[in-house]
């Protein structure tokens, strides 16, 4: 899916870049969601599994593997059931009444599963995207609001970019890596 370019490594990856010269809106748009998609991708790369469990700060619930998780379902819920209107029988991870299951029950997964839903997930939402028009306009379910297309791009390079912050500290905390 992605990957980092960085010496050291035992494996070499390269990390996309949004395209600093795009002039087309989709391709800047998906350029930067998928730097931000690819950035996740690093941070939890070449961790046991015990480490992506870590929790670097005791009053918080994020792991890099609740990370993995919780951007699995983001993905999921604005691409295929906002965007598409795709329609699911069971939340990914919502079995119980927590609303922060995808962060909190960690137990029953493990980093290589999680990372497989998560990838399967932005996979998908890249077909989604890709035969779309950014014109388009959704209804939330959920909620009854309107949302643009574009509103749902910005917002998950938003979601990514947040997140990849705290993946960072975790990991530095984790085994001291740290980057960009």
């Given at each position: 899916m992605v990957g980092i370019n960085v010496a050291g490594m035992e494996e070499t990856r390269t990390r996309s870049e949004a395209p600093l010269d795009a002039t087309d809106e989709r391709v800047l748009l998906t350029g930067f969601l998928d730097f931000q998609r690819d950035t996740l991708d690093w941070k939890r790369s070449r961790l046991a599994d015990e480490q992506s469990r870590t929790r670097a700060v005791p009053?918080?619930?994020?792991?890099?593997?609740?990370?993995?998780?919780?951007?699995?379902?983001?993905?999921r819920f604005w691409f295929r059931e906002v965007w598409a209107g795709e329609k699911f029988e069971q939340p990914m991870y919502h079995r119980t009444d927590d609303r922060d299951e995808d962060w909190n029950d960690l137990e029953a997964d493990t980093g290589d599963a999680a990372y497989e839903r998560w990838c399967g997930e932005v996979r998908r939402s890249r077909e989604i995207v890709a035969a779309s028009d950014l014109d388009a306009v959704f209804t939330r379910e959920d909620t009854g609001e309107r949302v643009s297309a574009r509103w749902i791009l910005i917002h998950m390079v938003e979601e990514y970019a947040r997140?990849?912050?705290?993946?960072?500290?975790?990991?530095?905390?984790?085994?001291?890596?740290?980057?960009?």
């Open positions: 009053t918080s619930n994020a792991s890099l593997l609740g990370l993995v998780r919780h951007m699995a379902e983001v993905e997140h990849n912050g705290h993946a960072d500290l975790l990991r530095e905390a984790i085994d001291g890596e740290v980057g960009e």
